[in-house]
């Protein structure tokens, strides 16, 4: 008689961990804890009984959430019990002198959310860290005006993965990002009667719509319609929103904060490099 066996679930796609993801590293570091530690990891401490504070369940996300909160450098989603996971990683880059230069961003896999989420040994109270993995980049968000002292904040995102939005995308303001401002798309299309490729703009969003007496504002599609909210340090997505533009708005939300100045934390990185040599290169590419 032939034993059947069930083919285990498959989780979605982009929800797995590339061939050189680090996330065999992160198994490995689960495994050299103590052997206390690994039972209190499980849900259990030694003697059988069961912590107040267990480690949440492995689950892949519901993509379908659509609320988010800064909680730098991680954002977390929140559900309709409040309860909140981490969802997406940020990774920052500075000039020598300090300038804001680059940003990243990344989905966390459902294994380093289950990670970052389990409660710390009580004798070593230790904030839980996963590495910021670059090759899981989404988006790159890049001010070209950092390294030039005689050109103003140049602010460009581009996708990194092959799901990402093609091209790039520019926000404008009127000089200030803190205030209102538009997510303009730009990608390369073949021009009529011609091979070569020609640049077309179109708005994705505008931001900075008051609604009612909140102290909430609107986000728009170009057609004017509400796709997200935002209050202070919190982001919402209306339902309905596919994840490839749930992505896109959660990037424009972060690089409109980091280009005005209100994403601090203390583990960004200081480029070191030539900065006669980094103004060529951005005053040739542009």
């Known amino acids: 008689?032939?034993?059947?066996?069930?083919?285990?679930?498959?989780?979605?796609?982009?929800?797995?961990?590339?061939?050189?993801?680090?996330?065999?590293?992160?198994?490995?570091?689960?495994?050299?804890?103590?052997?206390?530690?690994?039972?209190?990891?499980?849900?259990?401490?030694?003697?059988?009984?069961?912590?107040?504070?267990?480690?949440?369940?492995?689950?892949?996300?519901?993509?379908?959430l659509g609320s988010f909160e800064l909680r730098l450098p991680l954002i977390h989603t929140r559900n309709n019990h409040g309860e909140t996971r981490p969802r997406y990683q940020l990774s920052q880059e500075l000039t020598k002198s300090g300038k804001r230069l680059r940003l990243k961003i990344r989905r966390v896999l459902p294994t380093e959310s289950r990670y970052l989420s389990s409660p710390t040994n009580v004798s070593s109270p230790k904030a839980r860290v996963v590495e910021y993995d670059d090759d899981t980049t989404l988006?790159?968000?890049?001010?070209?005006?950092?390294?030039?002292?005689?050109?103003?904040?140049?602010?460009?995102?581009?996708?990194?993965?092959?799901?990402?939005?093609?091209?790039?995308?520019?926000?404008?303001?009127?000089?200030?990002?803190?205030?209102?401002?538009e997510f303009w798309h730009?990608?390369?299309?073949?021009?009529?009667?011609?091979?070569?490729?020609?640049?077309?703009?179109?708005?994705?969003?505008?931001?900075?719509?008051?609604?009612?007496?909140?102290?909430?504002?609107?986000?728009?599609?170009?057609?004017?319609?509400?796709?997200?909210?935002?209050?202070?340090?919190?982001?919402?997505?209306?339902?309905?929103?596919?994840?490839?533009?749930?992505?896109v708005l959660v990037t424009c939300f972060v690089a409109q904060r980091w280009a005005a100045g209100k994403l601090r934390w203390n583990n960004a990185t200081t480029m070191d490099y030539e900065t006669s040599e980094l103004i060529r290169d951005v005053t040739a590419s542009n």
């Open 186 to 247: 730009i990608k390369k299309i073949s021009a009529k009667n011609s091979s070569k490729k020609e640049p077309e703009e179109k708005k994705l969003f505008s931001t900075a719509s008051r609604l009612g007496r909140e102290n909430k504002f609107g986000w728009k599609d170009q057609e004017g319609k509400i796709v997200a909210t935002e209050c202070g340090d919190v982001f919402e997505v209306m339902s309905g929103i596919d994840q490839r533009t749930k992505d």
């Open 139 to 181: 988006y790159v968000v890049e001010d070209h005006g950092a390294l030039n002292r005689f050109k103003s904040q140049s602010i460009e995102i581009r996708g990194r993965r092959a799901n990402t939005l093609p091209g790039t995308i520019k926000i404008r303001s009127g000089g200030r990002f803190a205030g209102s401002c």
């Open 1 to 64: 008689m032939v034993e059947s066996h069930n083919p285990l679930p498959q989780l979605p796609a982009y929800e797995l961990p590339p061939a050189y993801s680090r996330a065999p590293s992160l198994l490995a570091q689960s495994l050299s804890y103590p052997q206390t530690q690994l039972h209190a990891s499980q849900g259990f401490l030694p003697g059988g009984s069961v912590p107040d504070n267990p480690a949440p369940k492995y689950t892949a996300f519901d993509e379908t």
